[in-house]
């Protein structure tokens, strides 16, 4: 079974910077991308940031300038590191990745269990 443990989440004033971390473990072959969602109360959950494989990241507009992911493939752990953040920041994060477990079987997605931001203006 595939787990990820998501830490990092807090409290922070506007302005301020908030590191998340993820970790992936279990008994899988291959993780491909990688990424950080979050779901405000009432809205959908989004896409903020994704890593693939071999480096190349996507982030939501919103967030361009101000986040940036990054991961580790020999620790299978990804990061996002949150500056400057905003009240409307404020969301459940969830970290995602693409896992295949072994070679009979597809890249299938896993999530963590989520971690809370919160910012105060």
């Known amino acids: 079974q595939v787990q990820l443990v998501e830490s990092g989440g807090g409290l922070v004033q506007a302005g301020g910077s908030l590191r998340l971390s993820c970790a992936a473990s279990?008994?899988?072959?291959?993780?491909?991308?990688m990424g950080w969602y979050r779901q405000a109360p009432g809205k959908q959950r989004e896409l903020v940031a994704l890593i693939t494989s071999g480096g190349n990241t996507n982030s939501a507009d919103s967030v361009k300038g101000r986040f940036t992911i990054s991961r580790d493939n020999a620790k299978n752990t990804v990061s996002l590191q949150m500056d400057s953040l905003k009240p409307e920041d404020t969301a459940v994060y969830y970290c995602n990745a693409d896992v295949m477990i072994n070679i009979m079987t597809r890249f299938k997605p896993y999530w963590g269990q989520g971690t809370q931001v919160t910012v105060s203006s």
């Open positions: 279990g008994s899988f072959r291959s993780i491909s991308a």
